[in-house]
Nanobody, 125 residues
Framework: QVQLVESGGGLAQPGGSLRLSCAAS????????MSWARQAPGKGLEWVSG????????YYADSVKGRFTISRDNAKNTLYLQMNSLKPEDTALYYC??????????????????WGQGTQVTVSS
């Protein structure tokens, strides 16, 4: 069965960095686009970033553009999110999600069928 396991969250200071990972199994990872989303305390789910199956295209929410970088290693079945210049408002539970196709803006933005359990990121001094 499909499994998505996030890791790498933790406590970071404002201006600091964290790298999230999402280990995927149970499906052909290299055939599907992937995304990251987050949910801050008391708020709804916010899409953060998406990447095509072959890594050829990436997309970012305006709130993280220029600070976060999504990438993937299809040989390792792993999705990454490098987060730099962290802000307190980045505090959230971060999820990775499997899209339903190999790649399109609509797919990475809206069409997911599996989610991980999430990893907590807290940005505080």
């Amino acid at each position: 069965q499909v499994q998505l396991v996030e890791s790498g969250g933790g406590l970071a200071q404002p201006g600091g960095s964290l790298r999230l990972s999402c280990a995927a199994s149970g499906f052909t990872f290299s055939s599907y686009a992937m995304s990251w989303a987050r949910q801050a305390p008391g708020k709804g789910l916010e899409w953060v970033s998406g990447i095509y199956s072959d890594g050829s295209d990436t997309y970012y929410a305006d709130s993280v553009k220029g600070r976060f970088t999504i990438s993937r290693d299809n040989a390792k079945n792993t999705l990454y999110l490098q987060m730099n210049s962290l802000k307190p408002e980045d505090t959230a539970l971060y999820y990775c999600a499997k899209a339903q196709s190999s790649g399109s803006y609509y797919a990475v933005r809206y069409e997911y069928d599996y989610w991980g359990q999430g990893t907590q990121v807290t940005v505080s001094s």
